[in-house]
């Protein structure tokens, strides 16, 4: 089995595949502010739900980066500690491995975000302005992020049917938390 953890988008979300990366079960759960309480107590649930344990999984399937600080450090914890326990497999995977058009914009703050404009660029922090100065520029109405912006419409259906048939599983043993934190200037 394999069990794919997202906690970085705006909701958490929990999939579950058999080894021939078949759909087998989903959820979703709103887990912002309740991170460390909530996390483990809904995996629970949705393993006990789908009739499978920890040590049934043979790869954890984790997206580790960009986010809270609090959530990445929450869900790398949970899925590294049972990942000691159970000694299978860990694949990390990028907020940007999940998308396949471009550009893909995550938020940092409430003025700036993670951008990246196309496959062969890096991922940079820009201004939000600069962000739809320059979506205006190259006339682009659809994007993928997760905030809003007037007059651009965001794409969140995120297919992790397609991401799974395609990924190339890792065979980590542990996982570190990836985050960037910006200095703070008043």
Same mark, same amino acid.
Request: aromatic share 16%.
């Given at each position: 089995?394999?069990?794919? =953890?997202?906690?970085?988008? @705006? @909701?958490?979300?929990?999939? +579950? ?16 502010? %309740? ?13 006990? @739900? %789908?009739? =499978? ?7 954890? $399937?984790? $997206? ?7 959530? $990445?450090r929450?869900? =790398?914890?949970t899925? %590294? ?12 995977? !990028?907020?940007?491995? +999940? ?7 995550? !938020?940092? *703050?409430?003025?700036? *975000? ?7 660029s890096? /991922? ?5 302005? #600069?962000i739809?100065?320059? +979506? &205006?520029?190259?006339?682009? *109405?659809k994007?993928?992020?997760?905030? &809003? ?16 048939k ?6 980590f043993?542990? $996982?570190?938390? +990836?985050?960037?934190? #910006?200095?703070? /200037? *008043?």
């Amino acid at each position: 089995m394999i069990l794919f =953890v997202n906690t970085i988008w @705006k @909701k958490a979300y929990l999939w +579950l595949f058999d080894n021939k990366k078949n759909l087998l079960s989903e959820t979703f759960f709103e887990i912002k502010w %309740n991170e460390s309480s909530l996390l483990l107590p809904k995996l629970e649930e949705f393993l006990e @739900k %789908n009739n =499978v344990d920890y040590f049934q999984i043979e790869n954890f $399937v984790l $997206v580790n980066w960009p986010g809270s600080f609090t959530w $990445v450090r929450t869900a =790398v914890l949970t899925i %590294n500690t049972i990942n000691f326990i159970t000694k299978k497999n860990i694949t990390p995977l !990028s907020y940007f491995d +999940l998308f396949k058009s471009f550009p893909i914009i995550k !938020s940092s *703050s409430k003025r700036d *975000s993670f951008f990246q404009k196309d496959n062969f660029s890096e /991922i940079e922090i820009w201004e939000n302005q #600069k962000i739809k100065e320059f +979506l &205006e520029e190259k006339n682009i *109405s659809k994007i993928n992020w997760d905030a &809003e912006i007037e007059k651009i419409e965001i794409l969140e259906n995120i297919d992790y049917c397609d991401i799974i048939k395609n990924i190339e599983f890792k065979d980590f043993k542990q $996982v570190e938390a +990836l985050y960037i934190k #910006k200095p703070n /200037i *008043s």
